[in-house]
């Protein structure tokens, strides 16, 4: 079960078109222990759903072939995908992206660059209110 306070309990897919930034997050999380596969655009992340079931995605908004926002989509129209919290990950952060995000459907938003000692807290917060426990689910 995830321990959202506890990123050993987490198996993640990181969806990033940046090199840097996929590598970086990955190496995090998994320094933390988290089980991590990650993918460069929607199409590829989607791909890797067929035989993959992360407890979260951490999503890129802006990406080539297939972009965050289409791809929340196609993980929504999926019954077996439907339960995994998608949380949007993003430069984007001017006046009322963040909500905007929330507003279509993502579970989560997490700002660019990431802060690597705070990671795994900045995961947690990110996520609706409603999502949130404090307790193992």
Do not use: C
């Not at 506890?6 to 933390?32: F, G, M, Q, R």
Request: charged content about 25%; proline content about 6%.
């Amino acid at each position: 079960m995830i321990d959202w306070h506890d990123a050993s309990t987490w198996t993640v897919l990181i969806v990033d078109d940046e090199p840097d930034n996929l590598e970086v997050i990955a190496e995090t999380l998994e320094y933390k222990g988290a089980s991590v596969k990650t993918a460069q655009n929607g199409a590829e992340g989607l791909d890797l759903l067929k035989d993959f079931r992360p407890d979260m995605i951490l999503l890129d908004l802006s990406m080539p072939r297939m972009n965050g926002w289409e791809m929340r989509v196609h993980i929504r129209a999926l019954p077996e995908l439907q339960h995994i919290p998608v949380i949007a990950l993003t430069a984007h952060a001017m006046a009322g992206d963040k909500e905007r995000t929330l507003a279509a459907g993502f579970d989560g938003y997490l700002t660019k660059p990431i802060n690597i000692p705070t990671l795994v807290n900045d995961i947690h917060r990110s996520l609706r209110p409603e999502m949130r426990f404090e307790e193992k689910i």
